[in-house]
Structures are given as structure tokens and as C-alpha cells.
């Protein structure tokens, strides 16, 4: 039944966003590295605020090699408009030394999340976004809508995460971040109605 009511739900919300062109922050970027970096700076920030602000670090650094040998002063400077900028500045030069020493930016869950700031959010997002592989990336958007439409019924990004695997078709994975943040963007708040009103307005 769960399956049912998904399949309903998204593809009316696809067909709402799916036409979008707007930019989210992991998209659009001509390195796996970039978009590994900007995702870490998007968490608890807003991708309009990120996606400026990670376009004036890479213009700075714009190699791998550069970002890692970079100052904490000076990314935490230019990360001054994002939340937890004293966090995500460490964060992303300690990434960036470690992916600086591998052949390429790791295409496992398991790989990815050993590198600093990287939670499964971030990891999900580079395995899709990056290597077209299957996976869902939960945000706080993805994990609102699912429970408040009663697709699931959970605490954790995480445990939203093995639940929708459980009531979306695997073919579904890749589209739902997308689809749920642009949703979840234009409509806000616990308000199941006003929700899935939205689709139809």
C-alpha cells in the first residue's frame, strides 16, 4: 500500500519539478571533488547561500592540491555567511588533503564516510550525483515530507533512508532528493493538505 501511495505522490510531484531548472548545491560542478566539498558546506545551509559562497572558494582553490595546502583562516573567511562555518572549514581542508592523496573521489557509502564531514547524506548524494549509482540521499526535506505524508514513520535521516528503500521502487532512488527538496523548498512546515495541495496549484 505504502508503494502505491509513493508512486501517486512522486509522480505528481515529478510532474510539478521535474520541468525545474533551479540549482541545488551538488549540481553543476565539473569535478566529482567539487561536489563532494560543496555538499559538506551545505549542511544546515541553504543552497542559494552555498552555492556563491563555494564558487568563491574554488575560484581561490581551484585544485584538490591548493584547497588541502590552504589556510583555515582564510576558508573559514570566505565560509563566513555559512552555518557551522568553523566547523565546515575544518572540515573541508581535512577532506581535501585526504582526497588530494587518492587516485579519485571514492564511489562507496562505506569509503566516503570515512572522510571528515561526510555523513551518509553526503555520501548518497556524491554515489548518485557522481556515479549514477542507486541510493537515497535524505536531507531534512526528503525526511520531513516522507513522514509527514506517512510514507514512513522515523527519527533518522538514516532510518528514513532503509525505510524508503522498503516503499520506493529502486528505479525511483536517484530522483528523490531532487524532487523532495524542490518540493519541500516550495512548501514548508507539517501541514500534510497544504503538502500535497501544493502539487496541484
Not at 106 to 113: G, N, R, S, Y
Not at 128 to 153: A, F, P
Not at 170 to 187: A, P
Request: charged content about 30%; overall charge positive.
Amino acid at each position: 500500500m505504502k508503494t502505491k501511495e509513493f508512486l501517486k505522490l512522486f509522480k505528481r510531484a515529478e510532474k510539478k519539478y521535474g520541468p525545474s531548472t533551479k540549482r541545488l548545491a551538488a549540481e553543476g560542478w565539473d569535478s566529482d571533488w567539487k561536489v563532494l566539498i560543496t555538499t559538506i558546506m551545505s549542511a544546515q545551509s541553504r543552497d542559494e547561500t552555498t552555492i556563491p559562497i563555494a564558487e568563491n572558494l574554488f575560484k581561490k582553490y581551484p585544485t584538490l592540491g591548493k584547497l588541502a595546502k590552504a589556510r583555515f583562516a582564510d576558508v573559514k573567511k570566505i565560509f563566513s555567511g555559512l552555518n557551522y562555518n568553523n566547523t565546515k572549514a575544518k572540515h573541508v581542508i581535512e577532506a581535501a588533503i585526504m582526497l588530494s592523496k587518492l587516485t579519485k573521489v571514492p564511489d562507496t557509502i562505506e569509503e566516503l564516510v570515512t572522510i571528515p564531514g561526510v555523513g551518509r547524506k553526503t555520501a548518497n548524494l556524491v554515489v548518485t550525483e557522481c556515479y549514477g549509482k542507486d541510493g537515497i540521499c535524505v536531507d531534512t526535506h526528503v525526511h520531513r515530507i516522507s513522514n509527514v505524508l506517512g510514507l514512513v514513520s522515523t527519527k533518522t535521516p538514516h532510518q528514513t533512508e532503509a525505510e524508503l528503500m522498503k516503499v520506493a521502487p529502486k528505479r525511483y532512488w536517484r530522483k528523490i532528493n531532487r524532487i523532495f527538496v524542490l518540493w519541500g523548498k516550495d512548501c514548508p512546515g507539517r501541514d500534510k493538505k497544504k503538502l500535497i495541495r501544493r502539487l496541484v496549484d
